[in-house]
Nanobody, 127 residues
Framework: QVQLVESGGGLVQAGGSLRLSCAAD????????MAWLRQAPGKEREFVAA???????????VYADSVKGRFTISRDDAKNTLNLQMNSLKPEDTALYYC?????????????????WGQGTQVTVSS
């Protein structure tokens, strides 16, 4: 059974930083693209960042315009962990953050491209 377990959420003041992690087993993680999404109360789930699993070169990354330049997605293959470094946080970043696995190794662009999800970790940014 595929398990994705997020951690690292919490309460932070605007301008602060948090680092989210998503732990997976090697089989789940090593050959697939991964992504971070978030959902704020009353809003639809939205992509935050995604990373591919390249077979020959460096992994590709993409970011939502709202987080570009502030968030960084990365993979730690030694620990089978997906990370999201979040800097310069804003109150509008407040949401439940999920990690999810892509169906293939190619970078994901729609929710339909994802097949497994974690339970989420709450990020709250105070003004």
């Amino acid at each position: 059974q595929v398990q994705l377990v997020e951690s690292g959420g919490g309460l932070v003041q605007a301008g602060g930083s948090l680092r989210l992690s998503c732990a997976a087993d090697k089989r789940t993680f090593s050959s697939y693209a991964m992504a971070w999404l978030r959902q704020a109360p009353g809003k639809e789930r939205e992509f935050v960042a995604a990373i591919s699993r390249s077979s020959r070169s460096a992994d590709s990354t993409v970011y939502a315009d709202s987080v570009k330049g502030r968030f960084t997605i990365s993979r730690d293959d030694a620990k089978n962990t997906l990370n999201l470094q979040m800097n310069s946080l804003k109150p509008e970043d407040t949401a439940l953050y999920y990690c999810a696995r892509g169906r293939t190794r190619f970078i994901v662009s729609t929710i339909e491209d994802l097949d497994y999800w974690g339970q989420g970790t709450q990020v709250t940014v105070s003004s």
